[in-house]
């Protein structure tokens, strides 16, 4: 089965900083990847799909890029409130639908 | 506005079953995929199946940790969606989520439910 990996598992950054998250697949996968936010206590909110389609109402800081195997999440000007866990996922195409193991972000 | 409500959570002794509802509103159901998803106390997120629309098939796929044990149904006209247990394992404890891409795309997963905590103790 197709796995999802993601790097790095967690991520400390400043306030202002740029913060990229990268998202493996072990098979070509095209563009069916999302990425999802997740804060403390929280249910998971769509960022990202077809992978570099941001989802209405997401902040313009937030970008995707990548197809085939390699991903990324950029976060641009890192805020206070974008202290979460980032999960990313294959979503289409034939199941399984994995998620990445998580990446959370914290700030120094 | 779209709106998934899980419920039937609770305690349940391993090898026992468990039936979990979603209910769904604010979308045409019966135009959407369904996905079910869970989350263990302080883990991540982890997919366990999901069923198509009747227009696709109906059918239902799942993930390999609970596949012949768990069972996806549908009822389009009640707009629910359910997840049946058996067999469950201390590693079937979670938070289980419904999740939908709201019918018309791709399977992504645009909405999702508060969740019902499923707990598997003896």
């Known amino acids: 089965d197709i796995e999802m990996t993601q790097s790095p598992s967690s991520l400390s950054a400043s306030v202002g900083d740029r913060v990229i998250i990268t998202c493996r697949a072990s098979?070509?996968?095209?563009?069916?990847l999302a990425w999802y936010q997740q804060k403390p206590g929280k249910v998971p909110k769509l960022l990202i799909y077809?992978?570099?389609t941001l989802q209405s109402g997401v902040s313009s800081r937030l970008s995707g890029g990548g197809s085939g195997t390699d991903f990324t999440l950029t976060i641009n000007s890192l805020q206070p409130e974008d202290v979460a866990t980032y999960y990313c996922q294959k979503y289409s195409s034939a199941p399984p639908y994995p998620f990445g193991q998580g990446t959370k972000l914290e700030i120094k | 506005e779209v709106h998934l409500e899980e419920s039937g959570g609770g305690l349940v002794k391993p090898g026992g079953s468990l039936r979990v509802s979603c209910a769904a509103s604010g979308f045409t159901f019966s135009n959407a995929w369904m996905n079910w998803v869970r989350q263990a106390p302080g883990k991540g997120l982890e997919w366990v199946g999901r069923?198509?629309?009747?227009?696709?098939?109906?059918?239902?796929d799942y993930a390999a940790p609970v596949k012949g044990r768990f069972t996806i149904s549908r009822d389009d006209s009640k707009n629910m969606v359910y997840l049946e247990m058996n067999s469950m394992k201390l590693e079937d404890t979670a938070v289980y989520y419904c999740?939908?891409?709201?019918?018309?795309?791709?399977?992504?997963?645009?909405?999702w439910g508060q969740g019902t905590l499923v707990t598997v103790s003896s």
């Open positions: 069923i198509k629309r009747k227009i696709d098939g109906g059918t239902a």
């Open positions: 098979q070509d996968i095209s563009n069916y």
């Open positions: 999740a939908t891409d709201g019918g018309g795309s791709y399977n992504e997963l645009h909405y």
């Open positions: 077809a992978a570099s």
